[in-house]
């Protein structure tokens, strides 16, 4: 047991990592550890890591040394992607006590009992290619909205991910235990769930990532047909993962939300070539089309990366042309890193920095515009917007069930609430 101990947590990356941080939080606290917030002082401090850009791998190494200004003789853990890719790496910073690879961020309590501080890291991980077995997770931080993991893992080798190699291959939950996750979820009140996964549509593999014959598709399908939930959301799916099924099913279900985020990654077929991405241009265009044609009204979201080796100014030029084309509404983008161990860091030539950023800054600009046109061209429309609880200078905000965020004066009856919103 944790005799009483206090333990503080922080997560960086994707809402998959949030999901197991709440699990991880959920075990802690079952162990008679009590929960404080990252910037109080606590006896044990736990961070859930991110390795998909440089950026992450720093801002890891900046928290450590935040925790050993605020509480020295802390214990430090290390969980997550970066853990996993880069142990001894990890184990080398001041203060670090304990590095979790993949297989052993749920054993956490265990691993807890005979660490003390002081001591060279420990480290406790395996080869990725011996992971097996899948940790349903989900997050509770919030009653309005919660994250579940339903798939983890990925068997695609894009040329600049390291995600197979920090999450292992491809496996999920199964559609009976998602259904009793949800109805725990429903129990605490939320009226929102995200289904998460590191690529959601290749669901239906079990825990040693063998084909068990249900998919996304069915798995949606027993979800629709489930009470309990108000509204869903899908989170990033891959293009070619995005049938025409489960578009049918979101035009036609007034549970799933009109709101889907596609990642594009390049519009030029020359860099989705060298990315070893499972499309093309066209195809994304077609799915863009099916989505708008079925559902007019649909949120479309997507992930672009910038200065990837080999982008020219043409490239560019060309992502820029066709995104200005599409019927979308707005764009998460990343500026490419390089990252150890991918097939990218032998693709020339290399796009200077500086350029990559610029690039950046464009696409963020006309990603502001496309989402300003999608929020105006609804101006006068009555939507549904479930409204969070927080109170930021006597606002609240809220989303439409197509995810058009919404600011109003704070009323606190109207936590968790949906309301009928007229835009």
């Known amino acids: 047991m944790s005799n009483g101990r206090t333990v503080a947590l922080h997560t960086l990356g994707c809402k998959l990592n949030y999901s197991e941080t709440s699990a991880v939080e959920r075990l802690l606290q079952n162990d008679g550890f009590t929960t404080k917030d990252f910037t109080d002082k606590a006896d044990v401090y736990v961070i859930n890591t991110c390795s998909v850009t440089e950026n992450a791998d720093k801002e890891c ?52 009992k005979d660490l003390t ?23 509770l931080n919030s009653r309005t909205r919660t994250f579940l993991k339903v798939q983890d893992g990925c068997d695609y080798n894009c040329s ?43 669901f239906g593999k079990d825990g040693s990532g063998q084909k068990t014959g249900e998919n996304f598709y069915s798995l949606l399908q027993k979800i629709d047909g489930f009470d309990g939930v108000s ?8 293009p070619n993962l995005l049938t025409e099924g489960i578009i049918n099913l979101v035009a036609q279900s007034p549970k799933f939300m009109p709101h889907f985020h596609i990642p594009l990654q390049s519009g030029s077929n020359k860099i ?21 044609s079925l559902i007019p009204d649909c949120c479309i979201g997507v992930d672009v990366i910038t200065g990837f080796p080999g982008e020219t100014d043409e490239d560019f030029e060309e992502t820029v042309d066709f995104l200005n084309s599409l019927d979308v509404s707005y764009f998460h983008v990343f500026t490419y890193s390089e990252r150890d161990n991918t097939h990218a860091l032998s693709i020339a ?6 350029t990559r950023h610029e690039r950046t ?21 009555t939507r549904k917007v479930l409204f969070e609880g927080q109170n930021k200078i006597g606002m609240m905000e809220g989303f439409t069930d197509n995810y ?17 919103w007229k835009i």
């Open 349 to 354: 030539p290399v796009v200077p920095v500086h």
């Open 272 to 292: 989705l070539g060298l990315m070893r991405r499972r499309y093309r241009r066209e195809l994304y265009a077609e799915k863009v089309r099916v989505i708008k």
């Open 160 to 202: 600049f991910c390291t995600i197979p190699m920090a999450r292992g291959k491809s496996r999920s939950n199964s559609t009976e235990n998602v259904l009793s996750e949800i109805k725990k979820i429903a129990g605490q009140g939320v009226k929102e769930i995200v289904l998460t996964g590191i690529n959601l549509g290749d």
């Open 61 to 112: 190494r900046q928290l450590v040394r935040r925790v050993q200004r605020k509480a020295p003789e802390a214990l430090v853990v290390i969980m997550g992607c970066y853990a996993q890719l880069k142990p001894k790496e990890i184990a080398e910073i001041p203060g670090v006590d304990l590095v979790l690879g993949a297989s052993e961020k749920f054993n956490i309590t265990s691993h807890l």
């Open 117 to 139: 501080h002081g001591d060279s890291a420990k480290i406790c991980s395996c080869e990725i290619e011996d992971i097996e077995g899948f940790h349903s997770s989900f997050s």
């Open 404 to 420: 058009i965020k919404i600011s109003v004066p704070y009323k606190e009856e109207w936590t968790n609430k949906i309301i009928e």
């Open 361 to 381: 800054k464009i696409l963020r600009s006309l990603s502001y515009k496309k989402m300003q046109q999608f929020s105006r061209s609804h101006a006068g429309q």
């Open 231 to 238: 509204r869903y959301r899908i989170s990033s799916i891959e």
